[in-house]
């Protein structure tokens, strides 16, 4: 039952990623011809030589590369990837046929903003859950499993010469905008893949380091491990307290620090994903623990 849940959760939520970035090309992009990446900007070249609709294109792509996928990639892959081959450019085809969507704004730096937004956002709702988008994201992933090529390096080298087909199509304008909406979409995608699990990991040095750890059980609840570490200077041997916080808990545990040892070091780091207790798994019930 969880993990049909799990499914029916996964699979609506591909589809408003699909969705998003499908707003974002086909109400911005396309209409103000910025140039793009992936299986959209290899439609767009290929939409100059041949009347089919760039949205009808996308889905011959997708199904092209659906099926390569599932030959080279297997079973696996495919059935993670069908769902955004086949909704992705009924989404394009959609938001393409409402006139209202396509003069929702004359300024192209408007557009190239938009469009990066809602690209990034919607890529990051699909790359989070794990899935692929389908399309042009398969040759790079065949490249890694059969040459050992990173993905990330075979994706972007496809999507510069994607967008290099475009530059012979597209206005100047097109392309100085283009290059801003590929870098607004990059950042938005990576915030949107680390957002919620941001916090610190704290490291506390100080020869004090069993009562700050039991003052952190007790005052903040959260879980501690200790380090061993040798002082640079005395050479000591001790223990170090490392815990994870989020920022509100790290000003509350600065100030328990410096109550119990105003000379101890502390180190916050941001860190971007947290498994475990007290994060991804239910905390540690102290009380009953100290009855056993």
Do not use: W
């Amino acid at each position: 039952m969880h993990s049909l849940k799990r499914v029916i959760r996964d699979s609506l939520l591909v589809v408003l990623g699909n969705a998003v970035v499908a707003f974002g090309v086909a109400v911005f992009a396309v209409p103000s011809d910025l140039i793009v990446g992936g299986a959209t900007g290899l439609s767009l070249i290929i939409e100059q030589f041949v009347s089919v609709n760039y949205a009808t294109i996308v889905f011959g792509i997708n199904m092209v590369m659906l099926i390569i996928g599932f030959l080279v990639l297997g079973k696996k892959f495919a059935a993670g990837t069908i769902l955004s081959s086949f909704i992705f450019p009924f989404f394009l085809g959609l938001f393409e046929a409402i006139p209202q969507f396509q003069h929702i704004t004359n300024d192209i730096l408007l557009s190239a903003i938009y469009a990066g937004i809602f690209t990034g956002v919607g890529l990051g709702i699909v790359f989070r859950l794990g899935y692929s988008t389908g399309g042009m994201d398969v040759p790079p992933i065949i490249l890694n499993k059969k040459k050992g090529v990173s993905v990330a390096l075979a994706i972007n080298v496809l999507d510069i010469m994607i967008l290099v087909g475009q530059v012979f199509f597209s206005s100047f304008e097109g392309i100085l905008y283009g290059i801003i909406t590929v870098f607004v979409s990059t950042f938005v995608l990576d915030q949107v893949i680390v957002m919620g699990e941001k916090n610190l990991q704290v490291l506390v040095i100080s020869a004090e380091h069993e009562k700050i750890a039991e003052a952190i059980f007790n005052e903040i609840d959260r879980g501690c491990t200790f380090v061993n570490v040798t002082t640079g200077y005395f050479h000591h041997q001790q223990k170090a307290v490392l815990c994870v916080a989020n920022n509100r808990e790290y000003a509350k545990i600065n100030d328990l620090v410096m109550e119990i040892d105003p000379a101890a070091f502390i180190i916050g780091s941001e860190i971007h994903s947290v498994k475990g207790r007290g994060f991804t798994l239910p905390n540690i019930d102290l009380e009953k623990r100290d009855h056993v």
